[in-house]
C-alpha cells in the first residue's frame, strides 16, 4: 500500500474525532515490548501495545483484548499508570496507561482488526532496552519515551500529561 493510501486509511479510520484508548507497559528483564506502527510519513511510530477502547468494555477488559490482537499475549492488568493526551492532527486521543504482567500467549505480531488485511500498519513487535529506545529518533517514539532515563520512569509519573503539545491550545 502506498503512503497516501495508509495516510488517509487512518485519518478514515481513526481521525478527525476524540478516541479513548488503553495502553499497556510490559516490562521484562530490562526490556520493554513495543510495536511499530506504518504512519503515512514513512516514518515508523513506536508505542506499546494498545488500542481504542469498545463501547461497554471497562478499560481492562479493552487492555486484555487489545493486547491478544495485536501480541498474542494474555496480559493482567495492573495498575494504573497515568493519562496523557495525544494529538497530532488527524489523530487526538485520551490514552489510559497501565502496568500489565504477563499471563500467557504466545509473542506473534497481530492485527487490527478494524482494518482490511491487506492494509494493516502494525509492522514489527520486539523487546527493547532502553538504550535501544533512546537510540530512535523523538518523531519515531510516542512522546512519553522521549524523557525518561528509566522504565521506573513510567510508574513514578501520576496524573495528566500532554507534554506541551503544539497542536493543543
Do not use: C
Amino acid at each position: 500500500m502506498t503512503q497516501d493510501k495508509i495516510g488517509k486509511q487512518i485519518a478514515t479510520k481513526f481521525g478527525n474525532r476524540l478516541r479513548t484508548r488503553v495502553n499497556g507497559v510490559l516490562i521484562e528483564a530490562e526490556k520493554i515490548l513495543m510495536i511499530n506502527h506504518q504512519m503515512s510519513d514513512q516514518q515508523d511510530f513506536w508505542s506499546v501495545p494498545g488500542g481504542g477502547m469498545k463501547y461497554g468494555s471497562s478499560a481492562h477488559a479493552n487492555l486484555q483484548r487489545e493486547y491478544l490482537e495485536e501480541t498474542g499475549l494474555e496480559i493482567e492488568v495492573g495498575d494504573f499508570l497515568f493519562v496523557h493526551e495525544f494529538l497530532e492532527p488527524p489523530l487526538h486521543a485520551v490514552e489510559l496507561f497501565f502496568e500489565v504482567k504477563l499471563k500467557g500467549g504466545s509473542l506473534h505480531l497481530g492485527t487490527d482488526p478494524e482494518l482490511e488485511k491487506e492494509n494493516q500498519i502494525l509492522k514489527e513487535l520486539t523487546w527493547m532496552s532502553l538504550e535501544e529506545l533512546r537510540s530512535l529518533p523523538n518523531a519515531s517514539v510516542h512522546q512519553i519515551f522521549w524523557t525518561i532515563k528509566s522504565f521506573q520512569d513510567l510508574g513514578l509519573w501520576k496524573g495528566y500529561f500532554n507534554f506541551e503539545n503544539k497542536y493543543l491550545k
